[in-house]
């Protein structure tokens, strides 16, 4: 099942991530900031099983050191493509997403590194993608990333996910996509952020016809509280 996070205030959190093979590739985690704030990551790391695996340790590693000393996003992700490339294969590389919420307000700042684009349901079912960044982390030196910004507002959802989950085949060999998920997440808009979650899953199998995925399989939703 999805798992729930510690408590935000007038925030609720969820997330589910399912490997393929025994070690997966994909990461999310959020991380609670020394001003309040909240570190939110998606990743998902090239190839496959153990290469893959220790790739994403040295991600988390760095990501974390990096946080706790600058939380601020471009410069978090410029640091850390800069660390990897130190680090990794040259045909290695990680896509990700960090953001820093601020939950009193609802602002959230991001840098969107290669990844699929996060998207921000608002309460009304309309939905935009979070795009605003640069290239994947570890694959060239000298990347410059910029940061995007949006207002979360009350009864508003923020998807973060993985490839795996848009990129999930039918039998036909159609994607289930971008606007599917949308569609999903908005229909789900007023139910708690676990249930948005199952339903996402639900969904996708119903999709596949199947329950196993081709790919690591990763999605987070929070939702910030409706106004009473």
Not at 97 to 120: I, M, Q, R, W
Not at 179 to 184: C, E, I, T, Y
Not at 193 to 209: D, I, L, M, P
Request: charged residues 25%.
């Amino acid at each position: 099942g999805a798992a729930a996070w510690p408590d935000i205030p007038g925030w609720d959190a969820a997330g589910l991530s399912r490997p393929r093979y025994e070690i997966g590739g994909d990461y999310y985690d959020l991380m609670p900031l020394a001003d309040g704030r909240l570190g939110l990551v998606v990743a998902d790391v090239s190839g496959k099983g153990s290469l893959a695996a220790m790739t994403l340790t040295t991600f988390r590693a760095i990501l974390r050191t990096q946080v706790e000393g600058e939380t601020e996003p471009v410069r978090t992700a410029a640091a850390t493509n800069r660390l990897l490339r130190d680090r990794m294969a040259p045909t290695e590389y990680v896509t990700a997403v960090y953001g820093v919420l601020d939950p009193a307000g609802g602002l959230f700042e991001f840098s969107n590194c290669g990844h699929a684009p996060p998207l921000l349901v608002r309460s009304d079912g309309r939905w935009t993608k979070l795009t605003t960044g640069g290239p994947p982390l570890g694959l060239l030196a000298g990347a410059r990333y910029l940061a995007g910004e949006v207002t979360i507002e009350p009864g508003d959802l923020l998807v973060l996910f993985t490839d795996g989950v848009v990129e999930a085949e039918d039998p036909a060999g159609r994607e289930f996509g971008v606007d599917r998920l949308a569609n999903v997440v908005a229909a789900m808009r007023r139910r708690p952020s676990a249930e948005v979650v199952e339903a996402v899953v639900r969904e996708t199998v119903a999709f596949c016809g199947s329950a196993e995925y081709a790919d690591d399989f990763t999605v987070l939703v929070l939702r910030r509280d409706p106004e009473d």
